[in-house]
């Protein structure tokens, strides 16, 4: 009790108090103040006196950020906002990495590099680093050169279909859904990527295909530096995050235009007004930094394309391609057969789809291989009867 003031001498004071007010009322709202607090001070060392303390501190929320609690937030803020301001990049050193995973698209490569490392040279950035958009007909590296990027760049990745998200409901799966609603008790899948890693490139594919409710968030997005998350409506920076657009929208017209224009500023220009004339939205174009055009895959650039995806498809059934001089891991023929049907039809699917096919007949024998303890494999190609090519397999070690 020592130090204490004894709670009847309190509830005493606290009465002459009261009468005070009564007696002059200019005083009141000082007094009534007075009053609050010494009651509050009776009751806080009542609920000590009895050890009640503790646990209530231990059930109470924290009031602040952990940062509040055990550093000078302000400052570590300034510092970290500094660091951030700028970011210097070696652009031919990012083009030599970039050429060297993304095959048949040397000039594209040339012109992003530069491009990212203008962007990311500004100190001042209330907005995205930029806002790009890779056209160009399907299969020819847009969403690889994004990964790429994002790698070689040390930043978060993330991929949304905008083909899934025609629907303004779409909205909640991206930017999460307000509560009350179903889904309201996590956050979008954008919003929490954002929150999680700030500096991340995002990549939207087939973008025209969103709903125009869902572009207008993203214009807001990129307008307003920040996206509002549905479920707390916290507002997510997203200030030092890189967005990348594809469309397969005048894919052709593009296509036709990378071969004929060499100039990147009249080739961006021109891909820029053949996607308005596609129907791709305008206020999106306009908003949009840069539009990089791909140019289709030719000649051995298929082969190589095609060899990265193959090799790829049989490591995810847990085997490898046997590579080396002399090993002929892949069948002449079936790369072949991929470039002629790649210039059959260069606008569809590209080289993914062909892939597909080789993996539709080849599938069962690779899980056989691999339950039967092969390691490394050779895809062999052949003709049948009717001059069909038939993919196969061999088990080589």
Known sequence: MTGRVPLRQLAALAGIILLAVWLFPALGLVLVVMTGALVLAALLGLAHEHGLTAPLARRLPM???????????????SLVGAAQTSELIDAAALAETLRAKVIGQDQVITDVTLTIRRRLAMERREKPVGVFCFAGPPGVGKTELGKQLASALGRGFQFHDMSTCSRPEGAATLFGSPKGYMGSDSYGQLTA?????????????EFEKASPEIMRRFLTAWNDGFVTEGSDGRKIATSRAIFVLTTNAASDRISDLAREITDADQLAAASKAALREAGFPPEVLSRIDQVFSFRPLVGLDVARVAIVQIVRLVEDYGLTVADGVGEEGIDAELLFDAMQRNDETPSTGGVRDIVRAIERQISEVLIEARAAGAGKVRLTGRRSDSGDLIAGVERVG
Request: negative net charge; glycine residues 4%.
């Open 63 to 77: 009031a602040n950020d952990i940062l509040d609690r055990f550093t000078n937030r302000q400052a570590l803020e």
């Open 193 to 205: 990527g954002l929150r999680d890693q700030p500096a991340s490139l995002v990549l939207l594919d």
